[in-house]
């Protein structure tokens, strides 16, 4: 039993009045304390439902700064490993202070720290890349644009290009050679076109496609493009509104000439490339497709498990793939054909919207959203593809009355660094993008005013960025950020000895008719688009 300490007398030399009002000092002194308390409790267990993150006033056009230190917010974020559930109580502010991880467990490294930010009060921060040398943005609606920020600038773009001024763009870059690619549409949704460009282009496209086909309800993004780790190939998928049909085009990525290309009735909805460009993987609906990218001949097909808000990707030398949907599917080559490893699955989960596998094939993960509760729960998880083991997850929680969905998912080389970005929920109770290492632990976050739309990894998992929209993706309105942040960083996983053969592709002698890349037309006035929210995304069956 804890002892009553006895008062201390006061002291001889103190007048009776003056000690009475030396008592009412401290009294009133530890009612202020108390109250203090009391409306910290308060704040934490009421946290206000405006202000604090939305943009402020801007001078015209998109902006750069340096972060600064904002209100700082308490999150408590729950991680099941093998060992059980960790909760971890996470401060964190608009703006990254690395200086304030605590865990219940251990102290958490920094969660990173912000480089740079870019805010727009018009365009949207659709999509991001980022490569060795620049962090390319493809910024959509009223002032869409492709912006080349060095890594190392403050925000300030190298340069900027669009054809149209207003639209829908996508962006993707080679992670290992100087080279990229910028996709738009104009606000019409009638003209759709693929630029290449390089760090070193000023503005000016190394060469330009207009695709013939378009259609105004699947306009350009960055989902609908991809270039090959090593620099050499170019891939979009486009749709026809006339034939409803869809086309997958492959190009040489310094020259822009067609490669191949391949049409088919099923929707396509994503593409994405093996390190040299030979294998596309191109998601249609609910069926992933391996295509041999010298002459557009299906290598391997298999059905998904839904369709609508679903993207697959392979790793670099094409031995792993994975596909989403209600469930979450990882196939590896035999030496022979694409074998199904690691089948996973959860009670109204959907796993479409942010799968990802590493470039070495290692680590494949899902953040998988909770479509029965508005998507205000979720779970990333973390496999290892050797032992088809699962290595952890991370399940998060919210209230409000929107969607927290899951839109995105990018890794390093080596499967060390994964992230994930999601719309968040209405009080942002959880980061916008997550950052985890290969243990499911939290070790970077990107907290935005509003939505995150896009999220990229450099190789060495040393530099995370994000792309986001001013408000939640729910709500009206314009206006959009893309926000560089660095990290500490991780250490080498022990290889896992495997025999696993790539797969190699036996090109087949087939007669196509491929258009000519042409020069880029004169761009016409097209009006421009109304910003307005993101329809809610309901999983269908396969």
């Not at 000092?25 to 009391?38: E, Q, W």
């Not at 409306?39 to 700064?65: C, D, E, I, M, Q």
């Not at 469930?327 to 054909?337: K, Q, S």
């Not at 990802?356 to 998507?375: E, H, L, M, P, Q």
Request: with cysteine.
């Amino acid at each position: 039993m804890k002892k009553k300490s006895n008062p201390q007398p006061r002291p001889a030399c103190l007048p009776a009045r003056e000690g009475g009002f030396f008592n009412l000092r401290v009294s009133i002194g530890l009612l202020t304390v108390v109250a203090g308390l009391l409306f910290v409790l308060f704040a934490t267990a009421n946290p206000s439902k405006g202000g604090g993150r939305g943009f402020g006033a801007r001078s015209n056009g998109p902006t750069p700064s340096r972060p600064s230190s904002g209100q700082l917010t308490g999150r408590t974020f729950a991680r099941v490993t093998p060992n059980g559930v960790i909760t971890e109580n996470l401060l964190g502010s608009e703006r990254q202070d690395p200086t304030r991880a605590t865990s219940e467990r251990f102290v958490l490294g920094p969660l990173g720290n912000t480089l740079w930010q870019v805010d727009d009060l018009n365009a949207i921060a659709d999509g991001v890349a980022i490569d060795a040398n620049d962090v390319w943005g493809a910024w959509t609606l009223q002032g869409a644009r492709l912006s080349a920020y060095p890594i190392g600038g403050d925000g300030t773009p190298d340069f900027e290009f669009s054809s149209f001024g207003s639209g829908n763009s996508g962006v993707a870059s080679a992670k290992g050679a100087d080279r990229m690619a910028y996709m738009e549409s104009n606000a019409a949704g009638t003209d759709f076109r693929v630029h290449g460009f390089k760090s070193t282009s000023g503005g000016v496209p190394d060469w330009s496609f207009p695709f013939p086909v378009s259609d105004p309800n699947l306009p350009a993004s960055s989902k609908k493009v991809a270039v090959s780790y090593d620099g050499s190939t170019v891939a979009s998928v486009v749709s026809d509104s006339v034939t409803q049909n869809s086309t997958l085009y492959v190009f040489e990525a310094d020259t822009g000439a067609v490669r191949s290309s391949w049409t088919d009735p099923l929707r396509m909805d994503a593409v994405d490339l093996t390190d040299d460009g030979s294998i596309a993987l191109v998601t249609q609906d609910n069926l992933a497709v391996l295509v041999d990218t010298s002459n557009g001949n299906t290598l391997f097909s298999v059905a998904g498990s839904g369709a609508g808000n679903i993207f697959y990707r392979i790793s670099g030398d094409g031995s792993v793939f994975v596909t989403g949907g209600f469930n979450f599917d990882v196939y590896e080559y035999d030496g022979t054909t694409y074998q199904r490893v690691i089948h996973f699955t959860r009670p109204s989960s959907w796993f479409g919207g942010a799968a990802i596998v590493s470039r070495d094939g290692s680590t494949v993960g899902s953040f998988a959203g909770n479509y029965a509760n508005n998507w205000l729960t979720g779970e990333v998880f973390l496999f290892d593809v050797a032992s088809a083991q699962m290595i952890g997850s991370y399940p998060v929680s919210g209230t409000g009355q929107y969607q927290g969905t899951p839109v995105g998912a990018e890794s390093n080389d080596n499967g060390t660094v994964m992230a994930f970005a999601s719309w968040g929920t209405e009080f942002h109770d959880w980061p916008e993008v997550m950052v985890f290492n290969r243990n499911v632990d939290l070790i970077g976050a990107i907290n935005f005013p509003g939505s995150a739309f896009g999220v990229d990894v450099s190789t060495d998992g040393q530099y995370v960025v994000g792309g986001s929209k001013a408000v939640h993706a729910n709500q009206f309105g314009s206006g959009g950020r893309i926000e560089l942040i660095q990290l500490q960083p991780q250490p080498t996983p022990t290889p896992t000895p495997t025999t696993t053969p790539s797969p190699t592709v036996t090109p087949t002698a087939t007669a196509t008719t491929t258009p000519t890349a042409t020069p880029t037309t004169t761009p016409r006035a097209t009006p421009l688009p109304r910003p307005r929210p993101s329809p809610h995304p309901r999983p269908t069956p396969p």
